[in-house]
């Protein structure tokens, strides 16, 4: 089985499911989600992921930091810059309480 990751460009609604190939997944879709947002399904690619956060977190210049964050930053559309601040926005106001 393979991860598969569900999102859309309307908000943060997002879902990671066991599938066994990308038709399986595409079905998965079909049957669990809001058929009137656009869905992306795409292989989830956790481990990258996290060794380029653990990378990241090593860079102890803040400029050099600076450097790689806005390359990344730089693959985003703007609607999903705007989805990423809020889920920042909200995880910060849950951290605060």
Do not use: G, P
């Not at 908000?11 to 049957?31: F, G, L, M, P, Q």
């Not at 956790?46 to 990344?72: P, T």
Request: proline fraction near 0%.
């Amino acid at each position: 089985m393979t991860k598969y990751v569900m999102t859309n460009d309307k908000d943060a609604e997002r879902y990671i499911v066991d599938c066994k190939d990308s038709t399986e997944a595409k079905h998965w879709t079909i049957n669990h989600v809001d058929l009137s947002k656009e869905w992306n399904i795409k292989k989830d690619n956790f481990s990258v992921k996290n060794k380029i956060d653990v990378s990241y977190r090593d860079i102890q210049n803040v400029d050099n930091q600076w450097l790689a964050m806005s390359y990344i930053l730089d693959c985003l559309t703007d609607n999903q810059l705007k989805i990423a601040q809020k889920l920042i926005n909200e995880i910060k106001k849950k951290e605060r309480n």
